[in-house]
C-alpha cells in the first residue's frame, strides 16, 4: 500500500474528477476517479469514489421505487 494514499474520509468538491489511492473501510482503493452524484428525484448528493456512487444510485433508486409502489398501493385501496 502506498504511503502517499488518502482517506475517503478526508475528500471535498476540489477532488471531485481527480485520481486517487484511498483507504476506505470496505478495503484499498487505487486509481479511483472521484465524482459527485445527485439524486433526481429527492436532490441528496454523494461525493466519492464510482464504486460508492454506484451503490448511492442504486440505493436511491431501489428506495425511490418502493416510495412510488408504497403511494399506487395506497391509492388502489382508495387512499387513506
Known amino acids: 500500500m502506498s504511503n ?3 482517506s475517503i474520509d478526508d475528500l471535498n468538491e476540489d477532488d ?3 485520481i486517487k489511492d484511498l483507504v476506505a473501510t470496505d478495503g484499498y482503493y487505487t486509481q479511483a476517479e472521484i465524482v459527485k452524484v445527485v439524486c ?3 436532490g441528496e448528493e454523494f461525493l466519492g469514489t464510482k464504486r460508492h456512487a454506484g451503490g448511492f444510485i442504486a ?3 431501489a428506495f425511490h421505487e418502493f416510495e412510488n409502489s408504497q403511494d399506487a398501493i395506497i391509492q388502489q385501496m382508495g387512499g387513506i
Do not use: L, T, W, Y
Open 4 to 6: 502517499d494514499a488518502g
Open 16 to 18: 471531485i474528477g481527480k
Open 59 to 61: 440505493g436511491h433508486r
Open 40 to 42: 433526481p428525484a429527492c
